[in-house]
């Protein structure tokens, strides 16, 4: 099989800092920027930053901080996790991108989807009700400008265009993603669009995406499109032990699956669930060993190309979030890719 990559993404979560007090939003983002710089050193193949536009999130512009990081390295790919499209200008994501993709030698990747947050709607005046026609139109026409250098496009969501070029233009093809949270819909959207496919698995056990990774083959026969690369997004965490890992990252990932609860309106959760999630879930916590064993089968069952580990987890600090970096690129992909070469030769 080819190499599969192995990636990380974050939010920019908001930290507890050393005297447990919470880290201010521009010491979180300089933090991101020395996590990537980190990721790129110990092997790591692709961060992804997401963009949010809350109090317990720092990042509001991925592309910037990306930038930063694209400055102090040499190897790593750098994308979103995700741009959130729908409330963003198809234009500007192409420019900023470009720009990116430029001055990293080819480095950049978006990852575009609808995002799991919805502040964003009403910050950029984007109505909600437009949830659907405006992720829909602005897709067509950021692959239009992917794949044209000239661009004639009209809907009902931004002012058209005759014939217009963007600057500045690619050089190195940028690679996009369509994020999926879980919708069939979406994953006909992607295939429609032949782009490669990113499913966000945030909870459960990850082979009850199977009918949608058969969906997505069913698809590419039925329009007839070439079969593109999948991936999966999940959270995760690395240390030493496996009860170390659990217990380092429990009361983190308890305060941010709770705040959130709160606003969606589940109950609040619990050790149990937290470690039934660990054993059997779409949580990637524990020691280098257990984490690469369960990515692996993760690849393996569902048939990915690309695996990437969201190692932040609300308050969880930074200075935990650089051990587990370290491990993972260290330890963690090297097993991977050792149990994965196993198993293709028997």
Do not use: C
Request: glycine share 10%; hydrophobic share 40%.
């Amino acid at each position: 099989m080819n190499e599969v990559a192995l990636g990380i993404d974050t939010f920019g979560d908001v930290t507890r800092a050393a005297d447990g007090g919470l880290t201010p939003q521009d010491q979180v983002l300089r933090d991101v920027v020395a996590e990537g710089v980190l990721a790129d050193q110990v092997g790591i193949d692709f961060i992804g930053i997401g963009e949010h536009h809350r109090d317990d999130f720092a990042v509001t512009s991925p592309e910037m901080v990306l930038a930063a990081i694209a400055g102090k390295t040499d190897r790593i790919k750098l994308g979103s996790a995700v741009t959130v499209l729908s409330s963003d200008d198809p234009v500007r994501v192409f420019q900023r991108f470009s720009t990116l993709n430029a001055l990293s030698g080819g480095r950049a990747e978006v990852i575009v989807g609808r995002g799991s947050f919805t502040e964003s709607f009403p910050l950029f005046g984007q109505a909600l009700a437009d949830y659907e026609v405006l992720f829909e139109e602005r897709l067509d026409l950021f692959t239009r400008l992917l794949r044209q250098p000239k661009v004639t496009w009209q809907g009902e969501t931004r002012a058209p265009l005759q014939d217009q070029a963007v600057y500045p233009t690619l050089g190195a093809p940028l690679t996009t993603w369509v994020g999926v949270g879980g919708s069939p819909e979406s994953i006909v959207r992607a295939v429609r669009y032949d782009l490669p496919l990113m499913l966000a698995i945030i909870g459960g056990d990850p082979r009850r995406f199977l009918p949608y990774i058969d969906l997505y083959h069913r698809a590419t026969d039925q329009l007839q499109r070439p079969v593109r690369p999948m991936g999966v997004h999940s959270h995760g965490f690395v240390a030493a032990t496996d009860e170390q890992a659990w217990e380092t990252l429990w009361p983190h990932y308890k305060g941010m699956h709770d705040r959130i609860g709160r606003e969606r309106g589940w109950g609040p959760t619990t050790k149990d669930r937290f470690l039934a999630e660990v054993a059997g879930g779409s949580l990637y916590a524990g020691s280098p060993e257990t984490v690469a064993r369960k990515i692996a089968a993760t690849i393996r069952d569902l048939g990915l190309q690309r695996f990437d580990m969201k190692y932040s987890s609300g308050t969880l600090p930074h200075a935990a979030m650089l051990d587990s970096l370290t491990l993972y690129g260290t330890k963690v992909i090297p097993m991977v890719r050792d149990m994965l070469a196993t198993a293709a030769a028997a």
